[in-house]
């Protein structure tokens, strides 16, 4: 049974920073795309950042390029987003997600197979 869990997330000021943590189990962790979406009120979910299953290749939504950055420890079998400079408009559920069975250097935007349950971030003025 494949677990995906998120940590990490709270309440910050604008401009500060947060860094969310996603561990998984039950899944061969190396072999999978592993990205980061959200979802704020009243909004669709949206992309914010994958990265490949080697961590050799990254992609990122243009609203957090810059100031968000996506890393993985397959060793640890953990994913991490660390985002900085944080503005209200960030607010949101994260959720990671896994994609399994692709090209060590493919890094999707979609057809994510698995979901972790989310975190809350919350980003005052």
């Known amino acids: 049974q494949v677990q995906l869990v998120e940590s990490g997330g709270g309440l910050v000021q604008a401009g500060g920073s947060l860094r969310l943590s996603c561990a998984a189990s039950?899944?061969?962790?190396?072999?999978?795309?592993m990205g980061w979406f959200r979802q704020a009120p009243g909004k669709e979910r949206e992309f914010v950042a994958v990265?490949?299953?080697?961590?050799?290749?990254?992609d990122y939504a243009d609203s957090v390029k810059g100031r968000f950055t996506v890393s993985r420890d397959n060793a640890k079998n953990t994913v991490y987003l660390q985002m900085n400079s944080l503005q209200p408009e960030d607010t949101a559920v994260y959720y990671c997600a896994g994609r399994q069975g692709i090209a060590t250097w493919y890094a999707p935007r979609r057809d994510y197979n698995y979901w972790g349950p989310g975190t809350q971030v919350t980003v005052s003025s």
């Open positions: 990265i490949s299953p080697s961590g050799s290749n990254t």
């Open positions: 039950g899944v061969t962790f190396s072999s999978c795309a």
